[in-house]
């Protein structure tokens, strides 16, 4: 948009407002297709901020115990690495602190899906082809999608600046803007990737990992400086969402930090339009090579494998990295001012029963476990995926059994989630330094909730096929549970609907079996329910 | 002679949409079989039943002997499906696949499967969506041609060729039947492709099956248009079982004939003395426009439209 206006402004007007011809049609098209998933992440983002203060007042009810906190959290290293630095001690302040950055990179996630959605994958699947045959301009495809993660984006501002608004409106707005703003980065990020790579899946992967850089970034740069009072360092500054905490809402904010956003905004929708208009529909910068001319793939589980590797190895990389930077993290916690029984609270049951330590890490094991339910659903709904697409059709045309096609990426799945919570363990213990044993315990333990989403996944898609895809659903409740579960002192019986409520906390807590059995046993039904399902119903086509 | 596959009574419902209505089908081994029907007729149902990715609500079914739900792995051993919509892995070239659907099925022949390669003119070294429709067409094609089989399902299998893959799709769809004694179940909208290759064929309409048997047997069951210039005034030509349309200017006669009451027809005219007479056979477009027809049972309407489509 910005970008669109800077980049036709020397061309005659009739040529730029051609390139754009069709564009609100499309933006209505894609509005319409996104008309749930838009507004459930909107109302997610919305959730967890919207949730802090009442929380946050009732843990520190008054403003000596605020600042106490305040203080410790500003004087932590882990702390500030993984929320950033406090700036204030109000209400409104400690809610920016604790839930900015993750307001942010949920905005940015919702932002990318979004432009990717409606760019590469429109070109990947051939529609786009159709639509741009009609009166639709060159650019419109592009600005379309921008202009829909903009509508999300300005949603989740507008909603976030009118709820916390009591806190102080000026607050209110600097944090929704930057928030908002931060899922514009991302979405002309994506707009870039989406150039370069032929695959949508590929080009979420990137965008995320470039997401995933920009956290680490900003977690070690606010790890490392000392906290109130000096300025962020370098690192920080390198990362979007280090510019979203400096933005410093309710705490004399900087508006100036929000031109930073316009400015990255603009270069890279510059940098977008510049490449999309050097190319050709279909194709992209870099395009797939010839493969061989004959292959040496020969089963279903081969196949399910040569289509799983990609992104099994990702999340491996990812959850290796994301380990030790959490491990690093952890050091740290130990210098935490232990004078505050109510911080020493909201940690241990963020995840512990004994030890700060201890604690800190079996919070870092349980986040890792919840996103590797992301992982297991994603996986498990390759099946789905294949299923749809035809893809499933002429295999299973071939000699091969349902149960022995479901049986390839299911290994995957129910394998690579093993494999991808050993490896955070394993980097945890590096980033940590050392006693390996406890932490790949406590990582292994969080499998049989792992398992049991992506049991249940299996359930939706062998009985219900077409309500597959509410598996994310389901994943999702479990990690906003399990997310502002603790902070939100939510009652044991919600609490307990997420699989993750059942384990034991570790390490640091005694090790229980019998929860851990019993998910073990669940999943494992699931599972056989699911595969009954497959065997018995028709394919879908 | 064996069957390869039999279906008869085949129902199947998908909520509340009937889509196979007592079905019947009958394949030999060895033979051709065309499998005919406006869209949304049934085809791609009943070949997912004999294939055993849908299950039948009821009737019965057989492939090779076997039941295409309970038996599947075990007999698509010996069958290789050609979809009308190929679609490939994104990250796959076309080469693998081939080899990797050989490898699922009973095997596939080098020498075949590179000779397929070269007359379908076919690139195996690109990948998934980097290939036409055609030409992912020819990638399941070739997979299905070198595969090591006894039955070949082919679902509009040439859609997207140009005329001379077609050529080449019909010498190996001839070869497999007459020099392998493969049996071929083709779907099929293009007319000369069923007619130079089938042995005989089935039309289904709405579920059912219409008509069936070879083409000269299905001809019979249509109407030939005769022009004649005769000698004398005709005589009783109304009255003949038989006789639609009957148009008489003077000595000119024009009439359509149920194919099977041909005969009575010339006699009459002969009995008048024939000065010219012009037989036109019925065209096989005219056939199959008469049962895809929406009320074609009742005929004259159908074969009315088929003459008017035919005549443009």
């Known amino acids: 948009m910005t970008a669109a206006v800077a980049d036709t402004r020397f061309a005659p007007r009739a040529a730029g407002a051609r390139q754009l011809a069709g564009t609100g049609a499309l933006v209505r098209l894609a509005l319409r297709r996104d008309r749930v998933m838009i507004p459930v992440w909107v109302a997610v983002i919305l959730m967890m901020v919207l949730s802090m203060p009442g929380s946050l007042k009732s843990v520190y009810s008054t403003a000596a115990e605020r600042a106490d906190i305040a203080q410790s959290m500003a004087t932590n290293s882990s702390m500030r690495a993984l929320y950033g630095p406090v700036f204030a001690d109000s209400i409104g302040g400690l809610t920016a602190w604790r839930i900015g950055v993750y307001g942010g990179l949920f905005a940015a996630v919702m932002s990318l899906l979004i432009v990717v959605r409606h760019t590469r994958d429109e070109e990947e699947s051939g529609r786009q082809e159709l639509v741009s045959s009609a009166m639709v301009g060159r650019r419109a495809p592009l600005t379309a999608a921008l202009l829909a993660a903009l509508v999300a984006d300005a949603a989740t501002a507008l909603l976030v600046a009118g709820g916390l608004a009591s806190q102080g409106g000026g607050g209110a707005l600097a944090l929704g803007l930057a928030i908002a703003a931060t899922g514009m980065v991302f979405a002309t990020m994506a707009a870039i990737v989406a150039q370069l790579t032929e695959s949508a899946r590929l080009a979420k992967g990137l965008t995320s990992a470039v997401l995933g850089l920009a956290f680490v970034l900003r977690a070690a740069g606010d790890s490392g400086t000392s906290g109130s009072g000096g300025g962020s360092s370098v690192l920080t500054w390198l990362s979007p969402l280090g510019w979203l905490e400096n933005t410093r809402a309710f705490a004399d904010e900087r508006w100036w930090v929000l031109l930073l956003f316009v400015a990255g905004v603009a270069a890279q929708g510059a940098a977008a339009y510049g490449l999309a208009g050097r190319r050709d529909i279909g194709m992209s910068f870099l395009p797939s090579r010839p493969g061989p001319a004959s292959g040496r793939l020969g089963t279903a589980g081969a196949l399910a494998w040569r289509l799983q590797r990609g992104s099994v190895f990702g999340w491996s990389a990812g959850f290796l990295v994301a380990g030790i930077a959490f491990g690093g993290m952890t050091q740290g916690a130990t210098d935490l001012v232990g004078d505050n029984q109510k911080t020493r609270d909201i940690i241990e049951r963020m995840g512990g029963q004994s030890g700060v330590t201890d604690a800190f890490l079996a919070t870092m094991v349980g986040m890792l476990g919840m996103v590797a339910a992301l992982y297991i659903v994603s996986s498990v709904l390759r099946l789905s995926g294949e299923e749809t697409s035809q893809r499933a059709e002429p295999v299973l045309a071939a000699a091969v059994g349902r149960l022995r096609w479901a049986a390839g990426h299911l290994a995957i799945a129910f394998g690579g989630a093993a494999l991808i919570m050993v490896l955070g363990g394993l980097g945890l213990g590096i980033g940590y330094g050392g006693n390996f044993g406890p932490v790949l315990g406590a990582c292994l333990t969080q499998l049989a909730a792992i398992w049991v989403i992506g049991g249940l996944a299996v359930l939706l898609f062998g009985v219900f096929p077409r309500a597959a895809v509410a598996a994310w659903a389901v994943a999702g409740i479990a990690l906003l549970i399990g997310w502002i579960g603790p902070a939100f002192e939510l009652p044991q019986p919600v609490m307990n609907l997420s699989p993750f409520g059942h384990l034991p906390k570790l390490p640091g807590g005694e090790m229980t079996w019998t929860p851990v059995l019993i998910l073990l046993a669940i999943a494992a039904v699931f599972v056989a329910a699911g595969l009954t399902g497959l065997r018995r119903r028709d394919l879908s086509n | ?312």
């Not at chain 2, 009308?84 to 499967?113: F, H, M």
């Open chain 2, 1 to 312: 002679m064996t069957k390869a596959m039999t279906v008869s009574e085949l129902h199947k419902s998908f909520g509340r949409t009937r889509a196979l209505d007592g079905l019947d089908l009958d394949v030999e081994a060895g033979e051709v079989h065309g499998f005919l029907g406006p869209n949304g007729a049934g085809k791609s149902t009943t070949i997912r039943v004999l294939l055993g990715l849908l299950r039948a609500d009821s009737g019965a079914v057989q492939l090779l002997g076997g039941d295409p739900w309970a038996d599947a792995v075990a007999l698509h051993r010996k069958v290789a499906y050609v979809p009308g919509d190929v679609t490939l892995w994104r990250n796959l070239s076309g080469g693998e696949v081939i080899d990797l659907y050989g490898r699922l099925r009973g095997g596939l022949d080098k020498a075949r499967r590179a000779d397929l390669i070269e007359r379908f003119e076919l690139d195996p070294t690109k990948k998934g969506r980097a290939y036409s429709k055609g030409n992912r067409q020819k990638v399941a094609l070739v997979a299905a041609f070198a595969s090591d089989v006894d039955v070949l399902i082919l679902d509009e299998p040439t859609s997207g060729l140009d005329p001379l893959m077609e050529e080449v799709f019909q010498e190996y769809v001839k070869e497999a039947a007459r020099e392998r004694g493969r049996t071929v179940l083709l779907s099929s909208h293009i007319l000369s492709e069923v007619e130079s290759l089938c042995d005989r064929i089935s039309i289904i309409r709405k579920g059912r099956t219409v008509e069936t048997g070879s083409l000269s047997e299905l001809r019979h069951l249509t109407r030939t248009s005769v022009t004649a210039e005769l000698a004398s005034a005709p005589n009783g030509l109304a009255q003949l079982p038989g006789v639609h349309d009957l148009d008489i200017q003077g000595l000119r006669v024009k009439l359509q004939v149920d194919s099977d009451k041909l005969d009575a027809v010339l006699r009459s005219l002969t009995g008048s003395g024939v000065r010219s007479l012009a037989s036109t056979p019925p065209t096989l477009e005219e056939l199959f426009l008469r049962h895809y027809q929406d009320d074609g049972a009742g005929g004259t309407e159908g074969a009315r439209a088929a003459e008017g489509a035919v005549s443009r």
